[in-house]
């Protein structure tokens, strides 16, 4: 079974960037929907982006046109770069892998969750 395993969080300053990386620890994504999830100070885990194996991508709306996310099916690895972060960006970022192969943004979609990453973004 698969165990992401993020990396890759930490301080920046509003409108800096940051990469974050997410990492098939066994087994690989293969075949997995992946998926972005962040939790900031508030109860809500809401998507960030959705990943399918091959298509397109899809952005919530507060991320779109600054966020963009990759993956390498190769390397069974997941990518998420940050642009122009703001303060409310702050929050523990998840990878995640799907419970099928067509997994939408929903948090119950996804069997297979990371420990999570925190990124700050503070002046």
Request: with cysteine; net charge positive.
């Amino acid at each position: 079974q698969v165990q992401p395993v993020e990396s890759g969080g930490g301080l920046v300053q509003p409108g800096g960037s940051l990469t974050l990386s997410c990492t098939a620890a066994r087994h690989t994504f293969n075949g997995y929907t992946l998926a972005w999830f962040r939790q900031g100070p508030g109860p809500v885990r809401e998507f960030v982006a959705i990943v399918p194996y091959t298509g397109n991508i899809t952005y919530s709306d507060s991320v779109k046109g600054r966020f963009t996310a990759s993956r390498d099916n190769a390397k069974s690895t997941l990518s998420l770069r940050m642009n122009s972060l703001k303060p409310e960006d702050t929050a523990v970022y998840y990878c995640a892998a799907g419970s099928s192969w067509n997994a939408g943004p929903a948090r119950h979609e996804y069997r297979y969750w990371g420990q999570g990453t925190q990124v700050t973004v503070s002046s």
